[in-house]
């Protein structure tokens, strides 16, 4: 097998998303397998192809014309003398686009590897559905990083197969250093006040990460004065305003974007992080806190649901339920620290006992090998002329 993975998120890009997709790629070139990943990206000048240990890195220049650069690499890839035994649709608009023809032109399996944004925003987009729906009725599997993902792929195609392949995390490197835990508490003995909880907001917070939300509830608690946000990331316009429009007995701080590694002493301020998401996949922040032995104050949606269990690991609420919310940050702000620490350690054990890098990939693995055999042309035959009737009509 030698599988070709399209992604738009891949090293050096920053972000959850080329994390996640660099970690499936070096799973399974763990595990032995060649593996091809084409790379469209506006940082390339000029199609360049670069061999790597167990694979090539094609770079797809992509610009304001992104026909023209598909219908380049199709040329590339048509004429390869290396022929993928999959096509691999990493999330993303433009390996959703392209991915389905070029499995159905080179006559292999098409494997669509389902973000969680990718589904929520794609399934009512007026302008991206059809791309989506078209994806995932060509595809031999479609692989959810949740059950309530797995769940609604199933519910719209019942014919396709559907799975569940949770992300993982490779603890070898992410662990808390000595470094970590003194710049932590030299930070918290220089910013915040004795008997006050950090309550930590990570990533780019966009809309669906329910940021606005949580701050509504932060400020309706009964002890928000007893928190200090930090918010470690990008914030949109609006975050901003309504962070700078808080009562000032509730203290925060903003660090920009950072670094995966650079994230560790920040991690380790905080008393609890908080994913306060309206809907979601599964954010690589929930494994990186719950690995680092940080309980999460978070919204049971997505990935998140597989993974918390309210007052055992967690403190969870229903997304968007701002009552619940309040509850969760006033039970956080009372709780013992005994309790604190017992419920950061069981969500580490449940990490990871369930969560581990060499179990996304083994299950990859897998996926592809049972998928090897089938071809572009015997997948499906009658859901996608269905689709395209509908979409017609």
């Given at each position: ?10 090293p050096p ?84 686009l ?24 794609g ?16 595809s ?45 508490k ?119 649901a ?70 572009a ?17």
């Amino acid at each position: 097998m030698r599988p070709l993975l399209i992604t738009e998120n891949f090293p050096p890009d920053r972000g959850g998303m080329a994390q996640s997709c660099d970690r499936i790629v070096r799973g399974l070139r763990a595990r032995g397998l060649d593996l091809d990943v084409v790379h469209l990206s506006s940082r390339f000048s000029a199609l360049r192809i670069e061999q790597h240990e167990r694979g090539r890195l094609i770079c797809c220049p992509v610009a304001d014309d992104p026909a023209h650069a598909l219908n380049v690499l199709w040329n590339a890839l048509g004429r390869d003398p290396i022929r993928p035994s999959h096509i691999l649709a990493f999330g993303g608009l433009l390996p959703m686009l392209c991915a389905p023809s070029f499995a159905a032109w080179l006559q292999v399996p098409l494997i669509t590897l389902l973000r969680g944004n990718d589904f929520d925003t794609g399934i009512f987009s007026l302008s991206r559905g059809w791309m989506l729906r078209d994806a995932l009725a060509r595809s031999a599997a479609v692989c959810a990083v949740s059950t309530d993902h797995r769940h609604k792929v199933s519910s719209l195609f019942p014919d396709i197969r559907s799975e569940w392949i949770a992300n993982g995390i490779d603890t070898n490197d992410w662990a808390l250093l000595d470094i970590d835990r003194d710049q932590a508490k030299a930070w918290r003995a220089a910013q915040v006040r004795d008997g006050t909880r950090v309550i930590g907001l990570f990533g780019h917070l966009k809309r669906k990460k329910g940021g606005l939300f949580f701050l509504d509830a932060l400020e309706a608690c009964e002890h928000a004065a007893q928190v200090h946000l930090l918010i470690v990331g990008e914030i949109e316009a609006e975050m901003r305003d309504r962070l700078q429009a808080l009562p000032p007995h509730i203290a925060w701080t903003h660090v920009s974007f950072l670094d995966r590694l650079e994230l560790l002493r920040w991690y380790a301020a905080c008393d609890f992080v908080a994913i306060p998401s309206l809907y979601d996949g599964m954010p690589n922040v929930a494994l990186e806190v719950a690995a680092l032995g940080i309980p999460v104050l978070g919204a049971m949606v997505g990935g998140l649901a597989d993974l918390l269990v309210d007052g055992d690991n967690a403190l969870a609420f229903a997304p968007g339920d701002s009552h619940a919310c309040r509850r969760a940050l006033d039970a956080a702000i009372e709780m013992p620290e005994s309790m604190r620490v017992a419920f950061g350690r069981n969500l580490q054990t449940t990490v990871l006992r369930e969560f581990d890098q060499r179990t996304e990939a083994r299950r990859y693995h897998e996926l592809l090998t049972e998928t090897a055999a089938s071809t572009a042309r015997d997948l499906h035959k009658s859901t996608v002329p269905t689709l395209l009737k509908e979409y017609q009509t």
